[in-house]
T-cell receptor, first 115, second 113 residues
Framework: EAGVTQFPSHSVIEKGQTVTLRCDPI?????LYWYRRVMGKEIKFLLH????????ESGMPNNRFLAERTGGTYSTLKVQPAELEDSGVYFC?????????????FGPGTRLTVL | DAKTTQPPSMDCAEGRAANLPCNHS???????VYWYRQIHSQGPQYIIH???NNETNEMASLIITEDRKSSTLILPHATLRDTAVYYC??????????????FGSGTQLTVLP
């Protein structure tokens, strides 16, 4: 069974440009999460989808970040316009529906560098 | 979710047991203890979780004290591939609990040859 996949693995862009990150969760996982680690900091939650609905987006840093999950399958996270402080590693995770103690499965992350 | 405290770093000799401690003195009755790890350049990986009983799986054992204020993750025979940052996370499972994981600083475990 394929795990959580993320694309691209690395992205280098200039300040002011737009970048879109993609996450494909494990098939059948209704719950999808985005996290990120910026330089020297801890991994922080960004938002949580249940199917196509945003369950919790309290961790989104500002309105330059837009996450979507049309159709409840893959998700995209767009940063527009990107700023230097957006550099870091963006992780996606998915989880089966039902019991909240079900584990989250993480993807390998997308390393974003904003120059 | 309750906060956790972990030592910033630990070393362990290859082949020996690695015992990683975690304090969670404010844990409440419906909160589970989870352990994840992050090997360099990979995403976090689930290891084990427990409520009050000790748990064991193919990766590790989790020992939770009777008062649930602390726990220990045990890797019985550490290998070089176990070098990673280990995160102890306390998380509620009730309908009002946060559904995301709250990562702290973790413990950097270095397994030495």
């Amino acid at each position: 069974e394929a795990g959580v996949t993320q694309f691209p693995s690395h992205s280098v862009i200039e300040k002011g440009q737009t970048v879109t990150l993609r996450c494909d969760p494990i098939s059948g996982h209704d719950n999808l999460y985005w996290y990120r680690r910026v330089m020297g900091k801890e991994i922080k939650f960004l938002l949580h989808f249940v199917k196509e609905s945003k369950q919790d987006e309290s961790g989104m840093p500002n309105n330059r970040f837009l996450a979507e999950r049309t159709g409840g399958t893959y998700s995209t996270l767009k940063v527009q316009p990107a700023e230097l402080e957006d550099s870091g590693v963006y992780f996606c995770a998915s989880r089966l529906a039902g019991d909240l103690y079900n584990e989250q499965f993480f993807g390998p992350g997308t390393r974003l560098t904003v120059l | 979710d309750a906060k956790t405290t972990q030592p910033p770093s630990m070393d362990c000799a290859e082949g020996r047991a690695a015992n990683l401690p975690c304090n969670h003195s404010t844990i409440s009755g419906n909160e589970y203890v989870y352990w994840y790890r992050q090997i360099h350049s990979q995403g976090p990986q689930y290891i084990i979780h427990g409520l009050k009983n000790n748990e064991t799986n193919e990766m590790a054992s989790l020992i939770i004290t009777e008062d649930r204020k602390s726990s220990t993750l045990i890797l019985p025979h550490a290998t070089l591939r176990d070098t990673a940052v280990y995160y102890c996370i306390v998380r509620g499972i009730s309908s009002g609990s946060a559904r995301q994981l709250t990562f702290g600083s973790g413990t950097q475990l270095t397994v030495l040859p």
